[in-house]
């Protein structure tokens, strides 16, 4: 099979298209045809291996331990292991391989419980855009209450066209933040505010929010609480672009919240994601029910994966950028 591989890290360059092995189904695996895949910000922090922090969490300390990139995934079941019950083959699926990458290729194997039965409005480009991002929203907003005043901050990104969808379905009354030329996508989302960086600063201009979804990474503790109500929420997920050798990256800000949220007054929650079918559910009921639809920026073919990298971690790709398989 056709499938883009990494041997060392370093820019989009490193990626290429080679022919491998595809991988066999067995025991409660299923193998998946893949037809579209999606990239996330997490593809090119592998990539690079950076933050360097982040290589001793086990993706490689001197080289990527897994050499296919990408986690998203939304094609067809060719062939199940013995022990699956819940697919078949023909059965289309979508899903996130999660730390096990692969999904920039034409197979891939994965147990049933991080597969789940592809929303039946969305097609495959649609679907591959959703398991990541669409899970951080989710996730990112799971404190959020009817009547509740959010704010996404990153709001015309792959996970804050989610979140401020989500959020809205859900009952909240939404603030977007984003540059001017996103105004137009955010507000046509269902916010109900819409703040431009370029021209104003949220963490200054005196409005208060009860949760604060901070996908972006460029604002201080301090100036982040500023914009809360008494009591409020602050949910940290990564953020920030580098172009590699950065010892922490965002992930300062994430250590940070973390020493300070025992002490302090509101709530500092740092998000973290693990592929979880339950969440693919969820999501897939979403979608259904008209909670969200993906928003995609740019599809690119499979032969064209390192220039997808390169538009989304250089040229601030709005929405979602999808690779077709």
Same mark, same amino acid.
């Given at each position: 099979?056709r499938?883009?591989?990494q041997d060392?890290?370093?820019?989009?360059d490193?990626?290429?298209?080679?022919d491998?092995e595809?991988p066999?189904a067995?025991?409660?695996?299923v193998q998946?045809?893949?037809?579209?895949?999606?990239?996330?910000?997490?593809d090119?922090?592998?990539?690079?291996? $950076?933050?360097?922090? *982040?290589r001793?969490?086990g993706?490689?300390?001197?080289?990527? !331990?897994?050499k296919? !990139?990408?986690?998203?995934?939304?094609?067809?079941?060719e *062939?199940?292991?013995? #022990?699956?019950?819940r697919?078949?083959?023909g059965?289309d699926?979508?899903? $996130?391989?999660g730390?096990? $990458?692969g999904a920039f290729?034409e197979?891939?194997?994965?147990?049933e419980?991080?597969?789940?039965?592809?929303p039946?409005?969305?097609t495959?480009?649609?679907?591959?855009?959703v398991?990541?991002?669409?899970?951080?929203?989710?996730q990112?907003?799971?404190t959020?209450?009817p009547?509740?005043?959010?704010?996404?901050n990153?709001?015309?990104?792959?996970?804050?066209?989610f979140?401020?969808?989500?959020?809205?379905s859900?009952?909240?009354?939404v603030?977007?933040?984003?540059?001017?030329r996103?105004?137009? +996508?955010v507000?046509s989302?269902?916010a109900d505010?819409?703040?431009d960086?370029t021209?104003?600063?949220?963490?200054?201009?005196?409005?208060?929010?009860?949760?604060?979804?901070? +996908?972006?990474g460029?604002?201080?503790?301090t100036a982040? !609480?500023r914009?809360?109500?008494p009591g409020?929420?602050?949910?940290l997920?990564?953020?920030?672009?580098?172009?590699g050798?950065?010892?922490?990256?965002?992930?300062w800000?994430?250590?940070? *919240?973390?020493?300070?949220?025992p002490?302090?007054? #509101?709530?500092?929650?740092? +998000?973290?994601?693990t592929?979880?079918?339950?969440?693919?559910?969820? +999501? !897939?009921?979403?979608?259904?029910?008209g909670g969200f639809?993906?928003?995609? #920026?740019r599809?690119?073919?499979?032969?064209?994966?390192? $220039?997808?990298?390169?538009y989304?971690?250089t040229e601030?790709?709005?929405?979602?950028?999808?690779?077709?398989?």
């Amino acid at each position: 099979m056709r499938a883009v591989v990494q041997d060392r890290y370093g820019s989009p360059d490193v990626l290429e298209l080679r022919d491998v092995e595809p991988p066999a189904a067995s025991g409660n695996e299923v193998q998946v045809r893949v037809h579209a895949t999606s990239v996330n910000a997490y593809d090119w922090h592998v990539m690079r291996g $950076d933050p360097y922090l *982040a290589r001793l969490t086990g993706i490689g300390v001197t080289a990527p !331990r897994r050499k296919i !990139r990408g986690r998203d995934f939304a094609g067809t079941v060719e *062939a199940v292991g013995r #022990d699956v019950r819940r697919f078949r083959p023909g059965d289309d699926v979508y899903g $996130d391989l999660g730390a096990a $990458d692969g999904a920039f290729a034409e197979y891939v194997c994965v147990s049933e419980d991080l597969v789940e039965t592809k929303p039946a409005n969305l097609t495959f480009e649609q679907a591959a855009a959703v398991p990541l991002a669409g899970h951080t929203a989710l996730q990112g907003l799971r404190t959020l209450q009817p009547g509740q005043h959010v704010l996404v901050n990153g709001a015309s990104g792959g996970v804050g066209t989610f979140a401020v969808q989500i959020a809205k379905s859900a009952g909240a009354t939404v603030t977007g933040v984003c540059s001017t030329r996103n105004v137009e +996508l955010v507000s046509s989302l269902g916010a109900d505010h819409v703040v431009d960086y370029t021209e104003d600063d949220f963490t200054r201009n005196g409005t208060r929010y009860d949760l604060v979804l901070d +996908l972006v990474g460029n604002h201080s503790l301090t100036a982040l !609480r500023r914009a809360l109500t008494p009591g409020g929420t602050i949910v940290l997920s990564g953020g920030g672009v580098s172009s590699g050798g950065s010892l922490a990256g965002p992930m300062w800000l994430i250590i940070r *919240a973390k020493l300070l949220a025992p002490f302090a007054r #509101d709530r500092l929650l740092v +998000l973290t994601t693990t592929p979880d079918r339950q969440i693919l559910t969820a +999501l !897939r009921h979403l979608a259904e029910s008209g909670g969200f639809t993906p928003v995609i #920026d740019r599809t690119y073919s499979l032969d064209e994966a390192p $220039d997808a990298v390169r538009y989304v971690e250089t040229e601030h790709a709005r929405a979602k950028v999808v690779i077709t398989v």
